[in-house]
């Protein structure tokens, strides 16, 4: 060992860099990540009579919930409006939970945060990861309801998997952009929890893609909502054909989750070790 | 002439005080130090192959310093550089999940210290060995008695083969035949390390152990010298 190689700690790469360095740091964790998801979803269903069946119990009589609230405000609706507002709440708790697990990352590991050093970026990815493999556990209650309505199984169905990653990505990058920010003030875990409250009624949950292009104005406006197409595409899977979704629309969603991304993954490195004192 | 490899300069830390809106409204009118500074121009520097113990009271900076040289914190003000793979030892145990077993604990333990799959699986039939955890590796960690968990804690903290070891008051765990083989192994582990720098309050181990001491007083390394001559001044500076 000589004396050249001695290098300054906690050294990183230029900031311009966050996004791609993030990143590999996640990949270079993987085993770490894997251990803590694990973690989190055992602690999660610990001492539960019915265990993981919890993550489809739950999506489910929330639905039905939503379905006689719907149906005493409304009245008749479509004989598949459950089934739209199961798997919106499915995909909606996908990024609402994903978003406030991350958020609040680093101030639930403070313990680990203290004594033991690793990339910190591992803290909201864990929090991200663990709610998508759960959603997708929920995702099983699909099968029995497309028996229930005749609904073809088709390749489409695929795009309920890709829907539950592409809600986990869009709430990464605000995530990772606020949970520094949540050390210094706990404030901003409040304020999410609020958000996520009040988005799921201005995000298609309760009503669909179609419903809002029949209002005109309104439809023109949704479209905007990021939420909007992991959403709309989950549906179109389950019912099992291609999506109507304009191209635009998708491009759109997946534009603000790489943009916040980019701006997340640079807002945390810049401010994380600072946060971290806070803790 | 051996090579330097942890080099401190200078180095000084903060931690920021949180001030609420209603004492920030009022703290207008007051001058309030809004800062809490735990290490004041600490410089230090450890060579190849030396064990170096730092003691000071509680609350003096001695953690801060292993902190700062791991990565946690990074220093307000100067410097800190490392030569090679650092490993800090402290709150053994850390991120023990209840719910799982000895064995799914060991695994997580060994990668939140930072080792990767193909070293654990390596590494697990010896750590089960040393825990002496017996059948009940199988079972959740939360039928444990506290001694038994820090048995597995400090089995996997002490598999580790870094360059650079930072031990933080991790002695003294299980009952007194463990507390022995723990002390053998951590012995051994200091041995077989290049470099260790200790936190401990057991004087008599530092004294065993130790090439050199320095003696931590409020943030500030206040001396550096042979151990019986540190714990002299520590006693000096303390009484």
């Not at chain 1, 949970?179 to 404030?187: E, F, K, M, Q, S």
């Not at chain 2, 582990?189 to 260790?196: S, Y």
């Amino acid at each position: 060992m000589s004396g050249e190689n001695i290098v300054e700690v906690g050294l990183k790469p230029p900031l311009i860099k966050a996004p791609i360095y993030t990143l590999r740091e996640v990949l270079q964790n993987k085993f770490l990540i894997r251990n803590l998801v694990v973690r989190e979803i055992r602690g999660k269903y610990r001492n539960a009579l019915l265990g993981y069946t919890w993550t489809f119990i739950e999506p489910a009589l929330l639905a039905i919930v939503y379905y006689f609230l719907f149906y005493m405000l409304a009245g008749n609706p479509d004989e598949l409006y459950a089934m739209w507002v199961l798997i919106g709440i499915i995909i909606w708790g996908c990024f609402g939970k994903s978003l406030q697990a991350s958020v609040s990352s680093l101030t639930r590991n403070k313990n680990t945060i203290h004594l033991v050093y690793f990339p910190r970026i591992v803290f909201p990815m864990t929090a991200v990861m663990g709610n998508i493999v759960t959603t997708l556990m929920s995702c099983v209650v699909v099968f029995p309801i497309m028996m229930i309505f005749n609904l073809p199984l088709t390749i489409y169905a695929l795009l309920i998997p890709a829907s539950v990653f592409l809600a986990g990505f869009l709430a990464t990058g605000i995530g990772v952009m606020l949970a520094p920010l949540n050390c210094i003030y706990r404030d901003i875990e409040h304020l999410i929890r609020f958000i996520v409250r009040a988005g799921f009624f201005v995000s298609p949950v309760m009503w669909t893609y179609e419903m809002a292009l029949e209002r005109g104005m309104f439809g023109e406006a949704a479209v905007y909502n990021p939420m909007l197409t992991p959403i709309t595409l989950a549906r179109h899977g389950l019912e099992g054909h291609a999506t109507t979704l304009p191209s635009t629309v998708i491009a759109l969603c997946v534009g603000f989750g790489i943009l916040t991304w980019l701006i997340g993954s640079y807002v945390f490195e810049k401010y994380e070790r600072r946060a971290v004192k806070y803790l | 002439m051996k090579s330097t490899v942890i080099s401190m300069e200078n180095v000084t830390l903060h931690f920021p005080k949180l001030s609420s809106l209603l004492s920030m409204v009022t703290g207008v009118f007051k001058k309030k130090d809004n800062k809490f500074t735990a290490l004041r121009a600490v410089t230090l520097e450890v060579k190849a192959g030396e064990v170096f113990g730092l003691i000071g009271k509680n609350g003096s900076g001695k953690s801060t310093i292993l902190r700062v040289m791991s990565g946690i914190y990074p220093p307000d003000e100067g410097s800190c550089y490392v030569s090679g793979k650092v490993s800090l030892l402290a709150g053994i145990g850390t991120g023990f999940s209840q719910h799982q077993t000895g064995v799914e604990n060991a695994m997580l333990y060994g990668s939140i210290l930072g080792h990767n799959e193909s070293e654990m699986t390596e590494k697990l039939p010896e750590i089960l060995e040393f825990s002496e955890l017996g059948d009940f590796i199988h079972e959740p960690i939360r039928t444990y008695s506290a001694g038994m968990k820090a048995r597995l804690g400090l089995a996997v903290a002490s598999a580790i083969k870094p360059d650079i070891l930072l031990i933080d008051e991790v002695l003294g765990v299980g009952d007194p035949q463990f507390r022995e083989k723990s002390k053998t192994r951590i012995l051994n582990l200091v041995e077989q390390t290049g470099t260790v720098v200790i936190v401990s309050h057991s004087f008599g181990l530092m004294k065993d152990i130790c090439d050199r001491v320095g003696v931590v007083h409020k943030g500030k390394l206040v001396m550096v010298g042979t151990p019986s001559e540190a714990i002299d001044a520590y006693y000096e500076i303390t009484e």
